[in-house]
Nanobody
Framework: HVQLVESGGGLVQPGGSSRLSCAASGRIGSINAMYWYRQTPGNERELVATITNGDNTDYADSMKGRFTISRDNAKNTVYLQMNSLKPEDTAVYYC???????????????WGQGTQVTVSS
């Protein structure tokens, strides 16, 4: 059984910062890429940022220069540091990880439960 648990988020003022965390636990053999997505009501989930197991990162254009994705492999945790937040960043943020469980050879995408980030004064 593998589980991703997110923390962080909440209410943030415009121009403020917030840091999200997502910890993977369970019978994890290895983790490949890790991701952050976000979703607003009535819209599809959109990719925010990606980090590979070699620490290569990629961002959606609207997040470049404001968001930073990082990971701690010893803790099986991925982070999203969000700066200069705007009201349009308000969304439910989800983490995802490509995980191979112990004694298996296939990679499976696991999702966190989502955490709300609201940017408002």
């Amino acid at each position: 059984h593998v589980q991703l648990v997110e923390s962080g988020g909440g209410l943030v003022q415009p121009g403020g910062s917030s840091r999200l965390s997502c910890a993977a636990s369970g019978r994890i053999g290895s983790i490949n890429a890790m991701y952050w997505y976000r979703q607003t009501p009535g819209n599809e989930r959109e990719l925010v940022a990606t980090i590979t197991n070699g620490d290569n990162t990629d961002y959606a254009d609207s997040m470049k220069g404001r968001f930073t994705i990082s990971r701690d492999n010893a803790k099986n945790t991925v982070y999203l540091q969000m700066n200069s937040l705007k009201p349009e960043d308000t969304a439910v943020y989800y983490c995802k990880a490509d995980i191979r469980r112990y004694f298996t050879t296939n990679w499976v995408a696991y999702w966190g439960q989502g955490t709300q980030v609201t940017v408002s004064s």
